[in-house]
């Protein structure tokens, strides 16, 4: 917060509030979420408004100047120079000013608001053929406005150049209030079009006093020069384009309300050439002499950043060279004579045409900016040093003398990028907690800076100079055109209203880092954090703002998960990234001062379904539900809980105990009195109560033993007594809420040859011989095994982590020999898998056990490889279980759909129900609104006889509760495709 009296503070808050129609907000959580972009550097804003419109943007600006406030305008926030952070006044333009204005094919221009995400504009104009050429790999959440500030480029840049190649014309507000619409071309008198006088005036004259220094000071034959002000844009010989000079500025000069931009013809087909070579050096040295054959893209990547990917070639590094044309065909022979033509410096190649196959691999170079942040041996790294670019001739020597400075200085990073512009990412294993290795980062930064200058290149090549670089830019352009960068800014920004401290007068670049006031120490926590070193904030460091959590759509035939409550509200404290900027202010304690009680923390996390989708699609692992569960420990710790803690955090205990009573139970659910027991618990009054079932699976199955046999957990006569023995996991929902899941599974297993066993309720002791006999049917009195769910997911990490030691106990004897532990609800699944193991860190058999979780689907594939599922021949529809997706996978389940004739892909997204999310009051309508973003559409647009496959409980009851169709468990189809029936007792 800036040095003012609480007056002036109130003061800028009423007059904000009432010359703004937008939102103003100077709450700590929405402040708390703007303090970061996707750098290293941290600034804490005064407050944040998101304008309705350009009238909005001015009213703001006007209160602003009066009280001599600063203000930054932003866009998605993914910068990695932190030039989306400041003091004064956040300009969110992606709450509002996200218009698409007017699309004209013929002409290929569109006119677009700051804050239109670039996968919107693209989707507009594809159905003329056309597109907006810069695609970064943000390109899913990033805004229009963002991409201009920045001058952003992408991988298609070799084709298609650079935002500042895209931009035909910019209405801009300048702090003192003035109205600009800069384009290209002179006026009568020589000066830039489409500004006041007192700008069209000082920009001739400075202009005309500089031509020397602007036609000798910027270097040439340089595609991703982006550093500094591009002034040798309004140059005479360069057509007066100021529209291009203001591009990339940073929102230093001006605020943009809106532009008009060039849109280009796509081809009609593209084809992928996959070009493999011995190392980075040799794919770095190659990538320029491909520019002849005119391609797409020329993407590099290097192994230890790939991994064991499908799809790759042979090779240590590869280059992703897409080709384009009128065909397929067309693509693919200039993509087969692409690899003709490089094959001598190739150790191999591959052509994908597929384009599910190309979105698999563009995916991996996309996600790059956020794996990069993890070392191979975990530790962390960091941007600093991401893009900077020299003349692709170049590349290669200068990525030799670049990884022999990092050794150097003793540091590690793994460079990928844009290889056909010259242009290099990297993230690098800087120590900035300490002042050593911050010393270490400074000293670094000007090695590179010389060095990046020796080759002929730019410090920026994509992603502007911020704070990060700009420090540096006298070693670029030398300090006399500097000094022009700082005369251009005083005369558009007098007053220094926009942006300070970015580009022009620069903070140093080792001041206001992101780390500053984090604990130095871990934290005590519950959880054990295997891949941060059990250190809470070093797994909150994990989000570093590159927001793919913020993608809106997931896309025709994607299957991620996150982030649902994100899509569901559109609200950046719902993201992933949101609540990691949180979780980290709370540890910094200068904006959220309560700690684990703050109840900023609490309310953005209050809407986190705990998918865990974040744990496998954020491409830095931030796992926001375990996250989660951490916070609300701590948070409730001897205080009262919400009703739903106590009625559906303790599910398994309630439902032990009502199970007797399941008639009666379902009949009064039934009954008006269901209202005021659904208040007490918390529970969703929309929300229908889930049937009890009459006979639980586990005594189903003690019944379904023959009389007279003896307690080794054979099956009936007529049934395989020989089969391999797997542990069937009773999971609290299959055993009280669905039955005919484990009646089904039980079913299938053993048509498969395997002979499933049901895990006791209290620790054995080995019978003669060493084997561990089944206890008999009165032991059913016992509370049954639990894998802690639901009190992980609430919170309740003391009982949660009782209930999995007592699991531990039991199990552990019995997965032996490398029995599988079958788990049917994928969400008990992932808790044994990751929850339990990480909750009894200190109990090396809970890794174990860990690692014996298997899926229906696994399971099958693993035990009984040689075994035919029915053929059932029918299409399916349906939705892959969230926390399978996140933590299991799902390739074993599709290669058992194919061979059983389930035709067909389930949707990403999330059911919404989440366990006890959905039923918690409050939740209901994000929970509807979750469904209707992927499962419900997709159920709806189905032929009637489709099979909707839904392997989790909450899946099939938000199914049934909002769409009205049965959804089966896998085990279900297959079980009813042997000519079996569920047996007696089923909940339906």
Known sequence: MADRTETEQRNLEQELAAAVRGEVSFAAADRALMTMDASNYRRVPEAVVAPRDAADVAAALRVCREHGVPVVARGAGTSIAGQATGVGVVLDFTRHMRRIVSLDPAARTAVVQPGVILDDLRAAAAPHGLTFGPDPSTHSRCTLGGMIGNNSCGSHSVA???????????????????????????????????????????????VDQELALLRTGYPHDLPRRISGYALDALLPEAGTDLARALTGSEGTLGVLTEA????????????????????????????????????????????????????????????????????????AARAEALCRAAADGTTDHAIVTDPAGQRALWRIREDASGTATRMPDGSEAWPGWED???????????????????????????????????????????????APGIRRFREFSTDLAELVVSHGGSLSGEHGDGQARAELLPRMYGPELVGLFGRFKDLWDPAAGLNPGMLVRPAKLDENLRFDGLPRRPVPVEFGYPHDDGDFSAAVRRCVGVAKCRTESLGAGSSDVMCPSFRATGEEQHSTRGRARLLHEMLTGEVVTDGWRSPEVRDALDLCLSCKGCRSDCPVGVDMATYKAEFLHHHYAGRVRPASHYSMGRLPQWLHAAAPAAPLLNAL???????PGKRLAGIAPERPIPRLATEPFTRWWWRRRAPGRPADGRPAEGRP??????????????????????????????????????????????????????????RLRRPPLCCGLTYVSTGQLDQARKVMRRTVEVLSPLLRDGRPLVVLEPSCAAALRTDLPELLSDDPRAARLAASVRTFAQTLEEHAPDWQPPRVNRPVTGQTHCHQHAVLGDAADRRLRERAGLAGELTGGCCGLAGNFGFERGHYDVSVSCAEDQLL?????????TEVLADGFSCRTQLEQLGGRRGRHLAEVLAEGLGEEPGEGDER
């Open 669 to 675: 659910a039934r009954t008006p009195l269901a209202a």
């Open 260 to 331: 008009t931009v060039r849109l280009v013809e796509t081809p009609a087909a593209r084809t992928l050439a996959v070009l493999g070579y011995p190392d980075e050096s040799a794919a770095a040295e190659a990538a320029h002499t491909l520019l002849p054959h005119r391609p797409m893209t020329v993407e590099g990547m290097a192994a230890d950043l790939v991994g064991g990917a499908a799809g790759l070639p042979k090779g240590g590094a590869w280059l992703f060279v897409e080709m384009g044309g009128t065909s397929r065909a067309e693509a």
């Open 388 to 434: 900077c670019a020299v003349p692709p001739a170049q590349l290669g020597p200068y990525l030799r003398d670049f990884r022999a400075l990092l050794a150097q200085h003793h540091l590690r990073g793994t460079p990928y990028g844009h290889f056909g512009d010259g242009c290099i990412h990297i993230r690098i294993d800087f120590d900035l907690m300490t």
């Open 721 to 778: 007594a020989d089969g391999r023995p797997v542990i069937l996991w009773p999971d609290t929902f299959t055993n009280y809420l669905s039955p005919s899941v484990g009646r089904s599974a039980v079913q299938v297993l053993e048509a498969a040859g395997l002979r499933p066993l049901l895990p006791p309720t209290a620790p054995l002791r080995p019978a003669a011989g060493g084997a561990f006999p089944q206890p008999r049917l009165p």
């Open 160 to 206: 298609w150049g650079t935002t500042a190649d895209s931009v035909r014309e910019l209405e801009l507000l300048t702090y003192g209030g003035e109205e600009v619409r800069a384009g290209r071309g002179t006026d009568s008198t020589g000066a830039p079009t489409g500004l006041p006088p007192r700008l069209r005036d000082g920009v001739k004259a400075l």
């Open 937 to 945: 559409p997709a159920v709806r647009d189905a032929a009637p006889h």
